[in-house]
């Protein structure tokens, strides 16, 4: 088995509005609805243990020294992820991994999906750092399912595999869930006012809120359109009740300026297309919808890209 | 109707084997196989006529003066391109168009996909330029029916859609098609010695070629490996008998300096991953795998991509 160290670039992604669609099978399981992927991701690197022949005596001593778990660092702060762990065990390589370092350029809890592009990130590199073979559909699987068991999230990993601004037709992993796009770039900007968590809200009766979802996404799809996207998911929040004092005031800032905003779900976040939180007087975070979707980082490609 | 010019990159795309997949819906029609989506490839700009008075005029002469079809280029040279016309009219812009200038990387004939690319890049470059808010899943049919009506192309257009190395598991567009992908990126360096028609081949009886097509996808499925990609496609081109003479000597000359090449379907054109054919004496183009799929072209979004 080659091993070498691989790296993987997820970008963020901000949900506009959804629907949630538990299911027993965590393929199957997942949410309908939109938002927009980010130039703001999250970095993965996969370090496989230096030594091939550890794997041997790690066999026989699977806690012990460094055959155990990889180290899991985020921004060089040692953390433990259950997502990460989860898709090191799916591909089986979980006591063959070093160590698995998370560079974010978007705030945890917040509404970036960080959790989504932390599986998935880890998926594709260990997958090239150990040569696994895995198709880009298998990979994307594994990550969902992770999200999924762990109710961390249920849409980000399919979306964040896409790329741009994705809407989730139909639930689930690939193979089961479908997806569209509205075919459009643009500046995104962002303030963060702290974290809002994704499992309480999953956890508890999601009937209104997918309800609304339902609504959001029957609207865009008659209007695939960016400003309809925001607009829905406006409505979303509202209709919802998931619309936090802070956010709240800000949209109604950026509206006021000739601006248009709404709230990430789920986290204390307000995102705008084009300059709208820089016209309200806000110092956002800047970045652009993200064109690509997830992928493995390598110098040649990345100098070459057009 | 807001108008203004829009311009769209679409990748290259080389099929490194494929099943043809005839049926009476065009949207259903398609091919099975695989390929490499290139970073050389077609930037589409499209521009609506200057006057938009002038519609109401066209409406009354539509063959007379700029009321008329749209004038198309090609690296500045006019040229007619049926899938461009056809889809234009799909989206009731035909008229509106004064014209559409294609300039492409890669030469035209040679199994590069570039009618896909141009019938994408009108779609999404005229969705935008329109304002006709179609959605991405919409614009990639549009321009899979256009290619599959007119017999240019059976898979380009929904793996150029993409983007990286795509597998085509089901065929058509979406909603019928299923995709995959080889999660790698590399460099490609291709050879071209002229023409080969895609029209013909694909008029003639397929039957042998789609069982070799078949056989290679269930092999690549296998072990969704850049190697074996390279692998099931030598022996559909064998299989197939589809081999020209400059493309199987170039093949060798790559085997024999240690690299893996093979044949791009359908032109007469050798590619090869890494640096194979460089290391056996030729002059190659150079390129690399291309992360992203079709998308609109924006300045902004191009400085800051990452």
Redesign the interface.
């Known amino acids: 088995m080659a091993t070498e160290r691989s790296r993987a ?1 997820v970008p963020g992604h901000v949900t506009a509005f959804f629907s949630a669609h538990p299911d027993p099978d965590p393929a199957v399981a997942g949410s309908r609805g939109a938002g927009v992927t980010l ?1 703001d991701g999250v970095e993965t690197l996969v370090v496989p243990d230096a030594d091939d022949h550890a794997a041997e005596s790690r066999a026989e001593n699977p806690s012990g020294g460094d055959g155990g778990a990889p180290t899991v660092t985020l921004d060089g702060e040692e953390t433990t992820m259950g997502v990460v762990d989860d898709v090191l065990d799916a591909l089986g390589v979980r006591t063959a991994a070093d160590h698995v370092a998370l560079a974010s350029d978007v705030p945890v809890g917040a509404g970036f999906g960080v959790s989504g592009a932390a599986a998935l990130g880890t998926a ?1 590199a260990a ?2 750092a150990f ?1 696994l ?5 298998e ?1 994307v699987r594994i990550a969902h399912v992770a999200e999924v068991e762990r109710g961390t999230g249920l849409g980000d990993v399919v979306a964040q595999a896409r ?2 601004v994705p ?1 989730r037709i139909e639930p689930g992993a ?2 089961h869930g ?1 997806l ?6 643009a ?1 995104v900007e962002y303030v963060t006012f702290g974290e809002l968590s994704t499992e309480a809200v999953l956890a508890g009766d999601t009937t209104t809120l997918s309800d609304a979802g339902e609504r959001a996404l029957t609207r865009l ?1 008659r ?3 960016p400003a309809t996207l925001m607009a829905a998911s406006r409505e979303f929040a509202a209709d919802a009740d998931l619309l936090v004092s802070e956010v709240d005031a800000a949209i109604d800032d950026v509206t006021a300026a000739g601006g248009s905003a709404s709230m990430a779900m789920l986290g204390r976040t307000v995102f705008a297309l084009g300059a709208g939180l820089s016209a309200a007087g806000y110092d956002p975070s800047v ?6 979707g997830a ?2 980082v ?1 110098d ?2 990345r100098s ?3």
């Open positions: 670039f130039t594709l997958n090239e040569d073979g895995r198709s880009e559909n990979l790329g741009g809407i690939p193979g479908e569209d796009g509205i075919p459009t770039t500046r799809r209007d695939p359109r970045c652009h919808t993200h064109v690509t992928r493995l390598d040649a490609s070459s890209r057009r």
